[in-house]
C-alpha cells in the first residue's frame, strides 16, 4: 500500500526542454500516483534534498507524472541534470488543490507568469477534460521574453478548445514577436467575462501575485473568488514543520492554492 509520507521510487522517462531555464520531467511511478489538480508532491534526490513541485499533467493519467521545473536553488539544478532513466523519489500528494465544486458552472479565467503557468496546466487540462465544467475559460500568460514562454507547442491547441481563449503577453517588446507587450496585468482591462460571478485562478512569482489579485478586484472580481497559488516553502506537506505557514494557515494543508479574500490582510502574506 502506497504511503503518501514516505517517497516512492519513480523512473524519469523523458526531459522536455521548455525554455533556456524550464524543463519538464516525466515520471513513472512505480505505483499510480493519483492527485487533483492544484496538489502538489515532493520530489527527492538522495545526497541532495527534496523540493515541492505541483503536477503540471493530467490527473486523469495517475500513472504518468509530469513536473516543470526552473533551475533555480540546489535540488532544481540537480534535477536539471538528469537524463532519462534516473530513478528519483516521490511522496505525496499534499494540499487540497484547486475548487473545482465552487468552478463549475462558472467563467474561470486563468493568470499566469512565467513557470508559474506549469501548475495551472494541470488545471486546465482538467477542464478541457470535463466539457461544461467551465462555461469559458480565458488564459493569460506572461513572460518576460518569448523564448521564457512555456509550452509554446500547445498553444494553438489550447485556443482550438470550445469556449476557450489564450492570450499570451512579454514583458518588453522584442524583435519578431506579434503578439501583446506588457505585464499579464495589461491582460485583465476589458476581460469579457462577467467579472462580478465569475473566478480566477492564478500562479507565478509571488509579487506577481500581489498586482494580479489586486488588479482583478479592481476590475470587480469578489476577493473569495480569486485563487492564488502560493507554493511557498513547504517542507514536511503535514503542517508540522511551520516553514509555510501564512498568518494561521498552512499551505501544505490548508493550500497551496487559497483565495484573496484568505490571504490579503495577513501581514506578508505575498512578499
Known amino acids: 500500500m502506497r504511503n503518501d509520507l514516505a517517497p516512492g521510487p519513480a523512473r524519469l522517462e523523458e526531459v522536455i526542454v521548455e525554455t533556456p531555464t524550464i524543463k519538464t520531467f516525466v515520471l513513472r511511478p512505480a505505483e499510480p500516483l493519483p492527485f487533483r489538480a492544484g496538489q ?12 515541492p513541485f505541483t503536477p503540471s499533467s493530467s490527473p486523469s493519467e495517475p500513472e504518468r507524472l509530469e513536473v516543470t521545473v526552473l533551475a533555480a536553488g540546489r535540488v532544481t539544478a540537480a534535477l536539471h541534470e538528469l537524463e532519462p532513466g534516473a530513478v528519483i523519489g516521490v511522496r505525496g500528494p499534499f494540499g487540497r488543490g484547486y475548487p473545482l465544486a465552487k468552478l463549475a458552472g462558472h467563467e474561470v479565467v486563468v493568470v499566469g507568469g512565467g513557470v508559474g503557468l506549469a501548475p ?20 493569460k500568460y506572461g513572460a518576460r521574453e518569448p523564448h521564457e514562454l512555456c509550452f509554446q507547442r500547445q498553444y494553438a491547441s489550447w485556443a482550438a478548445q470550445e469556449a476557450v481563449d489564450f492570450t499570451p503577453t512579454i514583458d518588453r517588446p522584442a524583435a519578431g514577436w506579434p503578439g501583446r507587450v506588457g505585464l499579464v496585468t495589461t491582460l485583465l482591462d476589458g476581460l469579457d467575462v462577467d467579472v462580478s460571478e465569475a473566478y480566477a485562478v492564478c500562479c507565478g512569482p509571488e509579487i506577481m501575485l500581489r498586482f494580479v489579485a489586486r488588479k482583478l478586484v479592481d476590475v470587480g472580481f469578489r476577493p473569495e473568488r480569486v485563487y492564488l497559488s502560493m507554493n511557498r516553502n513547504m517542507t514536511c506537506g503535514m503542517g508540522i514543520c511551520g516553514r509555510c505557514n501564512v498568518g494561521s494557515l498552512y499551505l501544505c ?4 492554492d487559497l483565495s484573496y479574500a484568505e490571504v490579503r490582510d495577513i501581514p506578508y502574506a505575498l512578499g
Not at 502538489?40 to 523540493?51: I, S, T
Not at 494543508?253 to 497551496?256: A, L
Open 40 to 51: 502538489f508532491v515532493q520530489l527527492y534526490l538522495p545526497g541532495v534534498g527534496e523540493a
Open 120 to 139: 495551472l496546466r494541470s488545471l486546465l487540462y482538467t477542464l478541457f477534460e470535463r466539457p461544461g465544467l467551465a462555461r469559458r475559460v480565458s488564459i
Open 253 to 256: 494543508k490548508d493550500g497551496p
